[in-house]
């Protein structure tokens, strides 16, 4: 039972280990869908601000300044696309991370563990039986 024991540990140790870096990568995916919500609110919010602010002179027939608007929130709303799309990456870069927590090593535990197994295992022999 002994001879158990480390292997047992350090498997559990691992499993630990590989839970708390995929709960660390959840939170950093949580986080980045966090930014990428507060950017979409942002563009309603500069789209309804231009519309605010371009129907009075869309009213005045001021084709400079609702052209001047539009340039101003088109800059604005095409900043926070790219930041979103910047943020899609790096969730597609935290998912396939998460793909990867314990693969490096699961290999080589389970194969320890078969070994610790068959090595402790009780051998039986026909005289026995």
């Known amino acids: 039972m002994s001879s158990w024991l480390p292997v047992d540990w350090d ?7 590989d839970a708390a870096e995929t ?28 519309g ?3 129907y009075p002179a869309m009213e005045s027939d001021d084709a400079e300044r609702v052209k ?5 929130c088109k800059a604005l709303v095409d900043g926070h696309r790219a930041d979103i799309q910047t943020k899609r990456g790096e969730i597609e870069s935290i ?15 389970s194969a320890a563990v078969a070994s610790a197994a068959a090595a402790s295992a009780p051998t039986t022999t026909a005289n026995e039986l």
Do not use: H, P, W
């Open 95 to 109: 998912e396939a991370e998460m793909a990867r927590v314990g693969q490096e090593t699961n290999a080589g535990a």
């Open 68 to 72: 001047t608007l539009f340039v101003a």
């Open 52 to 54: 605010q602010d371009a």
């Open 23 to 50: 709960t660390r990568l959840m939170a950093l995916r949580a986080s980045k869908q966090a930014e990428i919500m507060y950017c979409e609110s942002q563009i309603k919010s500069a789209l309804s601000q231009f």
């Open 11 to 17: 498997s559990f140790a691992k499993s630990a280990g």
